[in-house]
């Protein structure tokens, strides 16, 4: 994670600019003038950021980080003490002048190599052509029928985030009407039918999912993992008590054997949900991996206080490229090869008329699936607004121990996992969920207690 060798390529900058190509309407330079401001005249650091930065065992050690960050003394600017990074803003006028070229070629781009490639204890191996040749890929969305009424879409494979998240809630509609809330809360049999289904989707996630560039989607089609006769196969294994640990199944033959892979931590990530004015939607998820990436800071080569801190997304492929009879995993790394994530940037339709519902995802590493699938089923299962969605407790099962989120439920309801068979623990389960959802008044947003989102609107 530390260092050079787990930075991949930096893909936003350029998607962007494709994206804008495609879709945009105002000038590309116009879009910076807000981050450029900011960037300039700092803004006050929050008592989460400080106290992440004063967790951190390793950011201190880069130069570059050390010296924005913290103070000659070693402790974190405190709360409240305006942060400016002129190295950003000077980058941001480069990229708003000249496009992503400013990025990915010239200074920024030679800085960003030697930073990668000199690290004095973990060096990488990037070049200026992986940074020059990088393209964005524009993907179909896979979008999946639920509950008969909604058309809920999302991104495919090299994410896994859609794929599991339909799975898990396509498994809970096999298994018959959703359990209702007790007393405000997901009650003991719901959070055993869900963990249930959630192990099952991540043992699929585990064994198919990785870059379709690379790897073939079983029978073929990515859908097949989601596909209603597999789906009630999948849910007639979830039983009384719990299966402890699942095996993938069978959905499609593949030309190649792949063996699962092993679970591994995942960490990072923001989102943002926007409607604008014209019905326009957007749910995006963007992440550098862990809170601070690599631990390195780049001042994109201006010399100024400041930059950007460097990805560590490499570590989201496998750790072990073969199991131990040298079967391939399928998200071990390669060269030119996207990583699995569980990003899940989600858009809700009607599924008759097409209209637009919501827009939903959620920063959190692997746990990001279990906590936009929470936050949709509060609002369309549980008939709750997007903000109550959002405050309910989190819950998730990575295929292990059943995982609920540290002092939300009542000690009746871990006993009653227990004595199914759970392995139960509790945890923070720090989202960061943000919605926007239609109601009968208009657009209605929902934003994470647990961290420091906001609800905006004109």
Not at 7 to 23: D, F, N
Not at 161 to 177: D, R, V, Y
Not at 233 to 245: C, D, F, K, V
Not at 395 to 401: H, R
């Amino acid at each position: 994670v530390i260092g050079g060798r787990s930075v991949g390529v930096p893909g936003a900058v350029k998607m962007l600019e494709q994206a804008h190509r495609e879709h945009g309407k105002l000038p590309w330079k116009s879009l910076f003038q807000t981050a450029i401001r900011l960037a300039d005249d700092g803004f006050p650091v929050s008592p989460r950021l400080h106290g992440l930065l004063q967790k951190d065992p390793a950011l201190r050690d880069d130069p570059q980080a050390a010296a924005f960050y913290y103070q000659a003394d070693g402790n974190p600017w405190p709360v409240g003490h305006r942060l400016r990074n002129p190295a950003l803003a000077a980058l941001l006028r480069e990229i708003a002048e000249h496009g992503s070229a400013a990025f990915y070629r010239g200074e920024n781009a030679e800085a960003l190599v030697q930073q990668v490639n000199r690290h004095p204890s973990n060096p990488g191996r990037l070049s200026l052509s992986d940074l020059d040749g990088y393209q964005p890929r524009q993907r179909d969305a896979i979008c999946t029928l639920w509950q008969q009424r909604y058309r809920v879409c999302g991104f495919p494979p090299p994410s896994s985030g859609h794929i599991a998240q339909m799975q898990i809630l396509g498994l809970l509609e096999q298994l018959g009407p959703l359990a209702p809330l007790e007393q405000g809360l997901p009650s003991a049999d719901f959070l055993h039918r869900y963990t249930e289904a959630a192990r099952l989707a991540y043992a699929d996630r585990a064994q198919y999912l990785a870059d379709p560039d690379f790897t073939p989607a079983p029978g073929g089609d990515w859908n097949t993992l989601l596909a209603p006769g597999y789906l009630k196969q999948r849910a007639s294994l979830i039983g009384p008590t719990s299966m402890g640990t699942a095996k993938p199944g069978n959905p499609g033959p593949l030309p190649l054997a792949f063996a699962p892979q092993p679970e591994q931590p995942e960490y990072g990530t923001s989102h943002i949900s926007i409607v604008d004015a014209d019905g326009n939607a957007l749910a995006m998820t963007t992440s550098i991996e862990q809170a601070f990436g690599s631990r390195l800071l780049n001042d994109g080569g201006t010399g100024l206080p400041g930059g950007y801190l460097l990805n560590n997304e490499l570590t989201d492929f496998a750790f072990e490229p073969r199991d131990v009879q040298g079967k391939p995993v399928a998200n071990r790394v390669e060269p030119g090869k996207r990583p699995r994530s569980s990003m899940s940037p989600t858009l809700v339709f009607e599924a008759d008329s097409g209209r637009l519902l919501a827009s939903v995802g959620s920063p959190g590493g692997a746990a990001i699936i279990h906590f936009t699938a929470k936050t949709l089923l509060g609002m369309y299962g549980w008939g709750l607004d997007a903000q109550r969605a959002i405050d309910l407790p989190n819950f998730a099962s990575y295929n292990g121990p059943t995982m609920l989120e540290a002092g939300r439920f009542p000690r009746s309801s871990l006993k009653a996992l227990e004595a199914r068979g759970h392995e139960v623990r509790e945890s923070e389960m720090t989202s960061g969920l943000q919605a926007i959802q239609r109601t009968a008044s208009g657009w209605f947003g929902g934003a994470d207690p647990r961290r420091e989102g906001l609800v905006m609107g004109e």
